[in-house]
């Protein structure tokens, strides 16, 4: 029986390993400068190297999803454990341009395994409300890791001399790395709570399902909207007035605060109204961010953070109660759905900066002044996203409202 297992150990077992998916993120975004000078790669072949970390990350999601219940949640995390050290160790002894390829495919492997294996245990081990507060409080620590992560960097790198060289920040990345592995090992992991999930032809045939079909969609909206802004909206407002790197922090902070606190608040508007009221928030964000300048854009973070940040667990959490015989790959496919979209929008927003940048330096705009104004442009454009998810939102918040989750057939696990 499930309640029987360690709850605990496990629970915090996947904290940890969201926040390695977080230090991944962080620190290496941190030493991506001293890795450019050390083995003189270029712009170019920096960003293929991160794109690693996207495409690593989905792949595992889904093949995760696909053997959860034949390979099983604890093996799964046995190869993330794997695949981080590999990551972590190829990175830090790396000889040039392949290995770093090589490795940071390794890590966005296991960063993957991570959400598979994470998400549909702690489904399996809550139910209802809190279910989802304790979804949100898992995905809190991508946020608060990458604020952790980005400190950690920018102090090692500021106090210089072997503290500060990226292979000893590499080694930071093993911390977490082993905290995981020892709260995991030996814990017995809980069975699933719906029968029928462990067959991949019903999981396949609830994905055909009205409900999984909208979620799945709306993923890729939701996942744009949040990850679209923070990837670029650093480099938009560094010419704004305001400190770019606050932003950030600021912008983290809040999202992994919110979903600390998901519990009373997603018990008080229901999965739908917090979905609907997110989107709402995320375009006032977004909005904001492509008008103001100066200190108004702490204010925007705050709102852009409170709309963005229980997108990605809500949603989880929506595709575990409302399509629940989808299964661990119904979670799966709908995060690797999330991470695809962001993969895909990214050049797209960099083309529209492209654009925007050549027509306001045709209307003689130069400097800070231009890269404000083309940055801003492509901020307007990304309201499209959350303003699109407002009206999908409140589509399925009426459409829900009389609906209970999980409303599929659900029979107690043995």
Partial sequence: MNENINKSALFNGSCFALITTAFTFAIRAGILPQLGQEFGLSGEQLGFINSMWFLG????????????HSFGPANIMRVAFVAHTLGILLTIYADG????????????????CTEAACNPMIADM????????????????FPGGILLGALISKFMTDFGGVMGNWQTQMWVLMIPTVIYAVLFFGKRFPTPKVVGVTSLSENFKAMGRPVFIFLFFAMALTAISEFGPNQWVSI??????????????????????ARFFAGPVVQRLGQTGVLLTG??????????????????????????????GYFWPVMIGATAQRA????????????????????????IIGGWIDGSTAINQAAG??????????GQDT????????????VLFTIFYFWQKNANPRTETIVAAH
């Avoid at 341009?97 to 993957?112: A, E, H, K, R, V």
């Avoid at 695809?340 to 050049?347: D, G, H, L, R």
Wanted: charged letters at 5%; a neutral charge; hydrophobic letters at 60%.
């Fill in 97 to 112: 341009y392949t290995t770093l390829l090589i490795s940071t495919l390794f890590i966005g492997f296991g960063n993957g």
């Fill in 279 to 308: 989107a709402i928030l995320a375009t006032i964000g977004i909005y904001m961010f492509s008008v103001v300048t100066g200190p108004i854009a702490y204010f925007a973070a705050i709102v852009f953070a409170l709309g963005v």
């Fill in 379 to 390: 901020l307007a454009k990304m309201v499209i996203f959350p303003i699109i998810l407002v």
């Fill in 365 to 374: 705009l130069t400097g800070d002044d231009l890269q404000l104004a083309a």
């Fill in 236 to 257: 938009v407002l560094s010419s704004s007035g305001a400190d770019a790197m606050l932003i950030l922090a600021l912008t983290t902070g809040v999202m992994a605060l």
């Fill in 126 to 141: 809550y139910s209802g409300v809190k279910m989802n507060k304790m979804l949100n409080r898992f995905h809190m620590w």
């Fill in 57 to 68: 990350f989905p792949i595992s999601m889904i093949i995760g999803g696909l053997v959860y």
């Fill in 324 to 347: 629940p015989l989808t299964g661990a790959l119904g979670m799966s496919i709908i995060g690797g759905v999330g991470m695809f979209s962001t993969a895909i929008f990214q050049p």
